[in-house]
């Protein structure tokens, strides 16, 4: 099977998109994670969920997990206010996670071989026509699973 069979629609946002809407996005239509482009339309960057929550907890909660019994959620500055004014570009850890792509005619193996060397919960689609990009989809982990053991 092709890698445009198995393509689904997937949203994405351009690094210069405002952070907090892509946040949103992100959790109103629950993805695994945040597939962001470059100004030409490549994929340039994959933000998995963990690594959005652990951008809205403060550092300490996370170096100390003894914290978390003391604090309640109300203690703790409001989300919004950590996203507020950032650009996507400037929400991403530092050291992004470049997507794995993969053209069109590539096969469900290539994909799986894609996402599993780099970890990403996704491997996106992408149709190159003159330089000019265009996603076509995103391949998910789940839709692996699902082609080579079925449901």
Do not use: C
Request: charged share 20%.
């Amino acid at each position: 099977m092709f890698a445009h069979d198995l393509a689904e629609p997937f949203p994405y946002v351009s690094a210069d998109s405002a952070a907090l809407d892509a946040a949103r996005l992100m959790a109103r239509q629950k993805l695994p994670a945040l597939l962001v482009v470059d100004a030409d339309g490549r994929p340039y960057a994959i933000l998995s969920g963990s690594e959005a929550i652990k951008s809205l907890l403060p550092t300490y909660i996370i170096e100390n997990p003894a914290l978390v019994d003391v604090l309640r959620e109300g203690d703790i500055e409001q989300s919004t206010e950590v996203l507020d004014g950032l650009s996507v570009a400037e929400w991403l850890p530092k050291g992004r996670t470049v997507p794995p792509v993969i053209g069109p005619d590539g096969t469900a193996l290539g994909a799986a071989a894609l996402m599993a060397r780099s970890g990403s919960p996704l491997t996106v689609v992408i149709e190159n026509d003159g330089g000019r990009f265009r996603v076509i989809g995103a391949i998910t982990a789940v839709r692996l699973l699902e082609h080579f053991i079925g449901t």
